[in-house]
C-alpha cells in the first residue's frame, strides 16, 4: 500500500482548559497526559515510515512557534500557516491543494489523546484504503458513554473494512444519546478523517465549490518560506468559514466510516483530561506539588504553590500563575464561561 | 464601680487557619472579620474608660512586634512578654501579680470575634460585680449548636447578676453535646474570665501553690524595659504549663458563671470564619479577586490570584503565598493535620 499523508490541524485555542490552556500556549501544545503534548503525541503516532509519509501541518500563524519548536524531531514535516483561521473544510482544502492528486490524506487533530497507537494505525489503514476507492472517510469511535458533547454517526451497509455512513446527527440530548449507546449502530465523530486528495478536491467543488476555489487561488499566489507555505492572506480570508462536516461529509454520497476502538478522548474539558489521566489507588491525579486528604477520584495541578484539598470527590483544582481554578467535574463545562477564559 | 482591668490574652499560633494564619503572622493579628484585627478589635471591646482600665497584654517574645504595631492607638496599655508559652495559669497569674490586689481583671482571648458588643460590656459589669465578691466567674456563652469543640459550663443556684457553676464539663460528644444545648442549664465556656487580682492569686496558692509561686518569684525577679514587663525567663520557664480551668476553675469553691449570648465565635476553623463573615445572597463569602458560579456558601479568600470556582457548596478556597488550601467545611477541622501546618 501507498503511504498515507498525515495532516495534522492545529487551529483555534479553545477556552474549556483555562486556566492551563491560555492563547498563548494552547491546548496542543501542552503535556496534559504523559510527558509528551497533545501535538507531539499526534506526530509520535504517525511517525511509523512504514506506514506514513512526512507529516502536513496546518496551523495559524499565531502557533506557528509552538508547531516548529515541537517539531524538532521531525526534520521532514512541511507546515502550512492560515493567515486566519476558516475552520476544517478550508484547512483540510489547503493540504488536499498541496498534495499530489493520489495522495490519501489522514486529517488529525492535534488536541485529542488516543490510549491505543496500535488500534489508531489498523483503523488508519482500513480508512486509507476505503479513501483510495474514493470514499469519505470518517473514523467512528465506539462510544463509551452517553456523551452529548460530540456529533454521531450511524453506520449501514458494511464495506470492506468499515461501513457505509446512514447519517451524521447533531450532538443529542441525553435520551437520545442513551437511545444510540444502547442502539450499537453509532459512533462517535472524533473529526478524523482521510481522504484521498484529488477525491477531496472534487466533492469540495461539489457542494461548496466557493471554498475549493479560493483555497486553489490562495494555493497558487501562496508562497514557500523555508519548510512553510504561506497561502495569499487576502485569498484567504475571504473564504468562508465552514467545517468538513458542513461542507463535505453529510452532503457527499460517499460518505464512510471505519469503527475503532482507541481509548480515544477529546480533551474537551478537565473532566476529560481527568479521566485521560491514570489515577491513584483514590481515583486521585495529582500533578504539582499537592496533599489530597479525604479525597477520590479528585484532579489536582499545580504550576508551583502546593495545593492541599481535604474531603472533596470529583473536583479539578488548578493552579496556574495568576489564577486558580476549582471547579465540580459537572461544573468543568462553564468554565469556558468565567470572565477570565473568556477575556483571555 | 470601679474600673475593670482588660487582661488580654495573646499566645499561641494555632494551625486551624493555616495558611492565613502562620507562625510569623498568627491569628490574632490578622483582619479575619471587619478591618480591624482580631486583637485590635479585643481591644476596641474594652476601650470605652468609663467601664474599663487601661489593658494589659500577656504575649510572647515572638509575638511582641505584632502586639506593639497593633497598640499603636492604645498610649497607656501595658505589656507582659513570656519568655515562653505556659498555658492560661500562668500568663493570669502574671496579670494578676501585677496589679494591685483589689483590681478586677477581665481576662479575655485575643483571637475571638464578638459581635454584640453592647452585650459584652453587660456582661462584663456583672461578671466584675461578682468577681469584686471574690466569685471566679466565667463567662458562659449560650450555646447556638450542639458544637463538640469546646467545654462547657452546668449553672446551678442563682447569684446576684449570674449563677453559680455546678460542674465544668470536657468536650463532649455529639449525643451530649445535642443534649446540653437541650437542657438549657449548660453554656459554652469561652475561655473569659473575671477575677479580683488578689482572691485569683489566693486560689491559685491554694490549689497550684508551685505555679503561683513561680510567679510571683518571676515578676519579683523580672524587668521593665519602656512598656513591657519581662518575667524573669529562667523562673518562669520553669513553671509547669496548666489551663486556667484545670488549675483554679475546676477546683475552686466560688466558681460563678455569667450567661451571656453575644455572638460570639474563637473562629476555630475555616467553618467557624466563614459563619463569622456576612454573606451575599448565596451565602458566599469572597474577599480578594473572585468569580463564583452556582456556588453557595463557599468562603473564598486570595491574597493575590483569581480564584474561580463552579458548583460547589460548603467549600473554603484559601490562596496565601505559596498554599492554596480547598477544604470542605466539615473537613475545615483536619486543616492543622495537613503537612503544611504541622511544618510551618
Redesign the interface.
Known amino acids: 500500500m501507498t503511504l498515507i499523508h498525515p495532516v495534522i490541524l492545529c487551529g483555534g485555542s479553545g477556552t474549556r482548559l483555562w486556566?492551563r490552556s491560555r492563547k498563548p500556549r494552547p491546548k496542543p501544545f501542552l503535556p496534559l497526559v504523559g510527558d509528551r503534548t497533545l501535538f507531539e503525541a499526534t506526530l509520535d503516532r504517525c511517525a511509523d515510515g512504514t506506514i506514513f509519509a512526512a507529516p502536513v501541518i496546518v496551523t495559524g500563524a499565531d502557533h506557528l512557534a509552538h508547531v516548529e519548536a515541537q517539531l524538532a524531531g521531525c526534520a521532514d514535516a512541511r507546515v502550512i500557516v492560515e493567515p486566519v483561521a476558516r475552520n476544517t473544510a478550508a484547512a483540510i482544502a489547503l493540504a488536499a491543494a498541496r498534495l499530489p492528486d493520489d495522495a490519501v490524506m489522514l486529517v488529525c487533530p492535534s488536541d485529542h489523546h488516543i490510549a491505543d497507537v496500535e488500534a489508531f494505525r489498523m483503523a488508519a489503514c482500513a480508512a486509507a484504503a476505503l479513501a483510495a476507492q474514493d470514499w469519505m472517510v470518517s473514523f467512528g469511535i465506539t462510544p463509551t458513554a452517553p456523551e452529548t458533547g460530540f456529533g454521531y454517526i450511524q453506520r449501514g451497509e458494511a464495506l470492506d473494512g468499515g461501513f457505509r455512513v446512514d447519517r451524521f446527527v447533531e450532538k443529542p440530548d441525553l435520551e437520545r444519546a442513551k437511545a444510540f449507546l444502547a442502539d450499537g449502530a453509532y459512533s462517535w465523530n472524533g473529526g478524523i478523517f482521510a481522504f484521498r486528495a484529488g477525491a477531496f478536491m472534487e466533492e469540495l467543488r461539489a457542494h461548496r465549490p466557493d471554498i475549493a476555489e479560493a483555497v486553489e487561488q490562495a494555493v497558487a499566489k501562496g508562497r514557500e518560506e523555508g519548510k512553510a507555505f504561506h497561502p495569499d492572506p487576502a485569498t484567504f480570508a475571504a473564504i468562508d468559514g465552514e467545517s468538513v462536516d458542513y461542507a463535505v461529509m453529510e452532503r457527499t454520497a460517499r460518505a464512510a466510516m471505519v469503527p475503532v476502538s482507541m481509548g480515544w478522548s477529546d480533551i474537551g474539558n478537565w473532566q476529560a483530561l481527568r479521566d485521560a489521566r491514570q489515577g491513584d489507588a483514590n481515583g486521585n491525579r495529582v500533578r504539582g506539588n499537592a496533599?489530597l486528604?479525604?479525597c477520590r477520584n479528585v484532579l489536582a495541578e499545580?504550576d508551583?504553590?502546593?495545593?492541599?484539598?481535604?474531603?472533596?470527590e470529583d473536583?479539578a483544582?488548578i493552579?496556574d500563575?495568576?489564577?486558580?481554578?476549582?471547579?465540580?467535574m459537572?461544573?468543568?463545562q462553564?468554565?469556558g464561561?468565567?470572565?477570565?477564559a473568556a477575556n483571555q
Open positions: 486556566p496533599e486528604v479525604d499545580s508551583g504553590p502546593r495545593i492541599n484539598v481535604i474531603g472533596l473536583v483544582v493552579v500563575g495568576d489564577e486558580v481554578l476549582v471547579t465540580t459537572e461544573g468543568a462553564k468554565v464561561k468565567l470572565r477570565g
